[in-house]
């Protein structure tokens, strides 16, 4: 039982360069969630999943696109990176909404943009 | 401004010392609080959560106190162990989910 993994777990692109991240769960979660993490903030909220086929936007959405074509899968898209985008993301699932289920939280994938 | 605020940003610690990490918020309505542990390099990871009607919570040599009139929280860890050495991170449910950006434990023997 893997629980959430991420890949790649580093990644460097240059500006205007495109990536995805793929986010995997093992734990039949319906709710998958991109969050990125910058030194001296919180987690911010990407895009968010209530459920295969579904994808909502969080709070900080732009730059970037995401899809959930399988359940057990999320993915998260940069089709021109800029430096901005350079932080650390993770990937978390919840088998129901966060307000009443536990987020579980991948190991995080570290990007730089150049 | 982040609507919640954690308190200090780093402490450096004795082992088997105990701390008490704080965090404020502003955020309502209120559904529930949670603290996190981060350790370097790895995902959050949850250690306990709170509802409006709860006043503390254990998890082992960590407890949670909340008081909702006051919107504050803290986390009390006892006789800490090197192992503590982490980020915690609060979270606050209130329509979605708000994180704080963590207080940066360092444990030395």
């Known amino acids: 039982n893997a629980g959430v993994t991420q890949t790649p777990k580093f990644r460097v692109l240059k500006t205007g360069q495109s990536m995805t991240l793929l986010c995997a769960q093992d734990?039949?979660?319906?709710?998958m969630y991109w969050y990125r993490q910058d030194p001296g903030m919180g987690l911010r909220l990407i895009h968010y999943s209530v459920g295969e086929g579904t994808t909502a936007k969080g709070e900080v959405p732009d730059g970037y696109n995401v899809s959930r074509l399988k359940k057990q899968n999320f993915l998260l898209g940069l089709e021109s990176a800029a430096p901005s985008q350079t932080s650390v993301y993770f990937c978390?699932?919840?088998?129901?909404?966060?307000?009443?289920?536990?987020?579980?939280f991948g190991p995080g994938t570290r990007l730089t943009v150049t | 401004k982040n609507q919640v605020e954690q308190s200090p940003q780093s402490l450096i610690i004795l082992e088997g010392k105990n701390c008490t990490l704080q965090c404020n918020y502003t955020v309502s309505p209120f559904s529930n609080l949670r603290w996190y542990k981060q350790d370097t390099g790895r995902g959050p990871v949850s250690l306990t959560i709170?509802?409006?009607?709860?006043n503390t919570k254990s998890n082992g040599r960590y407890t949670a106190t909340l008081d909702a009139d006051t919107k504050q929280s803290s986390l009390h860890i006892t006789a800490s162990q090197l192992s503590d050495s982490a980020s915690y991170i609060c979270?606050?449910?209130?329509?979605?989910?708000?994180f704080g950006a963590g207080t940066r434990l360092t444990v030395k023997p």
């Open positions: 978390a699932s919840s088998y129901g909404g966060p307000y009443s289920y536990e987020q579980y």
């Open positions: 709170m509802t409006f009607s709860e």
């Open positions: 734990m039949n979660h319906e709710y």
């Open positions: 979270v606050v449910s209130a329509g979605d989910m708000r």
